[in-house]
């Protein structure tokens, strides 16, 4: 590879059957993992392992015929791997604005928000993260919990981090 060429190449990210758009926002990789919100539908998961080539055509997404695919002209596509859904009667109305990666202790977590412009309801989850999974940490078989959650009413919050000060940490 030349480096004084920058090539590089866009890659759909694809969510198998899928028939409705969501609004995508923020993404956070944990690697070899991506993990996307996506406003009303949750988190979506991408395993960076899994990128495939396919057939450049302009129009269609998925199957075309003969073993063949196509993304809309993307030469690579990474299909969804996995998806968390909200199943809380606090969260049932959480709109997924972004997500990020808190390394701040000796165990990682996800911080995920809100965006809303009036503040209200506005509010922050903290999840654990297995460090062999790369996943939030499952309380059953198929259920990840919080370990945190806060109302914070701020106006228009884009992201969120933790601080620390005088030993008390802090969102």
């Not at 993304?71 to 997500?99: C, M, Q, R």
């Not at 809303?116 to 922050?124: A, H, Q």
């Not at 701020?154 to 992201?159: A, R, V």
């Amino acid at each position: 590879m030349n480096g004084n060429q920058h090539l590089h190449r866009n890659v759909l990210l694809v969510v198998p059957q899928e028939t409705s758009t969501g609004i995508f926002s923020i993404l956070s990789e944990f690697i070899p993992v991506l993990y996307l919100v996506d406003t009303a539908n949750g988190i979506r998961i991408f395993d960076l392992n899994h990128i495939y080539d396919v057939a450049i055509g302009k129009k269609k997404i998925g199957y075309v015929s003969s073993g063949r695919y196509e993304a809309a002209n993307y030469k690579y596509v990474i299909p969804e791997w996995g998806h968390y859904l909200t199943n809380s009667a606090v969260a049932k109305d959480f709109a997924y604005s972004f997500i990020s990666l808190d390394r701040t202790t000796t165990r990682d977590f996800f911080v995920m928000g809100q965006y809303n412009s009036s503040g209200v309801n506005n509010c922050i989850f903290r999840f654990d993260i297995d460090y062999n999974t790369h996943l939030p940490n499952h309380s059953s078989s198929t259920y990840a919990t919080a370990t945190e959650f806060y109302y914070v009413g701020l106006k228009s919050m884009q992201g969120a981090t933790l601080v620390t000060k005088n030993g008390v940490q802090k969102y």
